[in-house]
């Protein structure tokens, strides 16, 4: 009876392979696909306002707030910080998840480092340089998946997916990873970004159905 198995788990393999149009098998499983998700092959753009476009000389990234050593750091002195990579799958609160991206650039521990925020800090606010703001609680934004990417899937963020830089945090739905990185804002109050004042949820963890605020 043991050959069974493998020739049910084959062909239950194989039916999902189709159903996704060909993502891995292991993509299906359950455990890893948070409730109300589906997975999809690829990110799907989500805008506010027309993508922005800016030269590399002239990118600053605006570190302020409740720190010790507030600042700016431009495209070079970003590179020159500790690098990473995290593979982590990405999950939009619409509905779609994509597996396994594959995310380069600065872990936020290097950022939180480099600026020293004060004991009381509970949230971070990121700004896309189009005007999109989101409030990322302190403790996600620090945790070792964090980074400000400026690579996806091993070639230069394109540019309708945040470029130069991008906020990643796969612990949480997508809205919290704000393309288009222009600040970071360290907070010891509380307050929310574009789509958190509009009834989105404060936290946002897909594992617990965090869409909305009730
Ligand atoms: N600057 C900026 N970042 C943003 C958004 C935005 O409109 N502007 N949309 C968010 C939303 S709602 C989602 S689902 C993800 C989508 O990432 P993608 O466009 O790379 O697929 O980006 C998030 N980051
Ligand atoms: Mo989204």
Redesign the pocket.
């Known amino acids: 009876m043991s050959f069974l198995f493998p020739v049910r788990l084959g062909r239950r393999a194989l039916a999902c392979h189709e159903a996704t149009g060909g993502l891995p098998y292991r993509a299906m499983m359950p455990a890893r696909l948070p409730v109300g998700q589906r997975w999809v092959e690829k990110?799907?753009?989500?805008?506010?306002?027309p993508v922005p476009d800016i030269a590399l000389p002239r990118f600053r990234l605006r570190l302020f707030g409740a720190v010790g050593h507030p600042g700016e750091l431009s495209w070079d002195e970003l590179l020159r910080l500790p690098q990473t990579t995290v593979q982590a799958d990405f999950h939009?609160?619409?509905g779609w998840s994509v597996p396994d991206l594959v995310w380069e650039g600065i872990p936020t521990g290097a950022i939180v480092d480099l600026v020293r925020p004060h004991p009381g800090v509970t949230w971070v606010i990121a700004y896309?340089r189009?005007g999109?703001t989101t409030n990322v609680p302190y403790p996600q934004f620090q945790d070792a998946h964090s980074l400000l990417a400026h690579r996806l899937n091993g070639a230069p963020l394109p540019p309708?997916?945040?470029a130069p830089l991008?906020l990643v945090v796969p612990s949480l739905y997508?809205?919290k990873?704000?393309?288009?990185l222009s600040a970071l804002e360290f907070l010891t109050s509380f307050r929310r970004g574009h789509?958190e004042a509009r009834g989105y949820h404060d936290v946002g963890d897909p594992w617990r159905e965090e869409r909305f605020r009730s």
Do not use: F, L, N, Q
């Open positions: 990110p799907i753009p989500y805008d506010i306002g939009c609160v619409t896309g189009e999109y309708e997916h945040g991008r997508a809205w990873s704000a393309k288009y789509w």
